[in-house]
Nanobody, 123 residues
Framework: QVQLVESGGGLVQPGGSLRLSCAVP????????IGWFRQAPGKEREAVLC????????TYTNSVKGRFTISRDNAKNTVTLQMNNLKPEDTAIYYCATRFIQCSDNWGSFASWGQGTQVTVSS
């Protein structure tokens, strides 16, 4: 089982920013697309963004377009989710996950997951 480790969550005021990191084993990162998902209390898990091995990204949640970006640093074996202008509705547990080569918004098709990191947006 591949182990992913998320970090960077916390409490932030509306309008603030957070940067989430996902540490991925090198071999896995070289062969995988990495997706960020989130799950709010009482809601289904949803795909947020995903990035391919080549660095091409897709945003799956319309509400984060223009505010969230995803990037990968193959030298540091990390994938970063930069979240700006955060809103209370962004409050959720955020997870990163791996999928062989291609991105998808289907969380069931992702093979390995991190433990999640809590993001709370509140004044």
């Amino acid at each position: 089982q591949v182990q992913l480790v998320e970090s960077g969550g916390g409490l932030v005021q509306p309008g603030g920013s957070l940067r989430l990191s996902c540490a991925v084993p090198k071999f896995t990162l070289e062969h995988s697309a990495i997706g960020w998902f989130r799950q709010a209390p009482g809601k289904e898990r949803e795909a947020v963004l995903c990035i391919t091995r080549a660095g091409s990204s897709t945003t799956y949640t319309n509400s984060v377009k223009g505010r969230f970006t995803i990037s990968r640093d193959n030298a540091k074996n990390t994938v970063t989710l930069q979240m700006n202008n955060l809103k209370p509705e962004d409050t959720a547990i955020y997870y990163c996950a791996t999928r062989f080569i291609q991105c998808s918004d289907n969380w069931g098709s992702f093979a390995s997951w991190g433990q999640g990191t809590q993001v709370t947006v509140s004044s």
